[in-house]
C-alpha cells in the first residue's frame, strides 16, 4: 500500500519588523510606548517571535526593553495594556474643551 504523504500547510514567516526598517535597529528604546505596548498582550506577558515576527537577535533587545518599561512604570507587570485612544474619543473630548472654554468667555 502506498504511504499517504502529507504536505506541510505553507506558513509565511513574518519578517521582522526591526530589520525591515531602513536604518536597522541595533538598540530597543525602553521609552518607546508605542511599539513596545505591540509587543506585549492585553495582560502585559511579552509575545513570542513565533508570532509577532520578531528575530531571535530582536526578540532579545525587545525583551530587554519590555522590562526596563516595566521597572520605570511605562508598561505594567499585570494588567490591562493601555491602548491608544479612539479618534472619535479624541475628537469628542476636544469639543468638551471646546464647550468649556466658550463658556467661560
Ligand atoms: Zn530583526
Same mark, same amino acid.
Given at each position: 500500500m502506498a504511504r499517504i504523504v502529507r504536505k506541510k500547510p505553507f506558513i509565511r514567516k513574518r519578517p521582522c519588523q526591526f530589520c525591515l $526598517?531602513? $536604518? !536597522?535597529?541595533?538598540y530597543v528604546d525602553y521609552k518607546n510606548e508605542e511599539v513596545l505596548s505591540k509587543l506585549v498582550n492585553l495582560q502585559g506577558k511579552i509575545l513570542s517571535s513565533r508570532i509577532t515576527g520578531t528575530c531571535a537577535k530582536h526578540q532579545r533587545a525587545v525583551s530587554l526593553a519590555i522590562k526596563r518599561a516595566r521597572f520605570v512604570a511605562?508598561? !505594567?507587570?499585570?494588567?490591562t495594556v493601555k491602548r491608544e485612544k479612539k479618534v472619535q474619543e479624541v475628537k469628542e473630548e476636544a469639543k468638551k474643551v471646546e464647550s468649556v472654554q466658550s463658556t467661560n468667555n
Open positions: $526598517s531602513k $536604518s !536597522p535597529v541595533t511605562i508598561l !505594567p507587570y499585570l494588567g
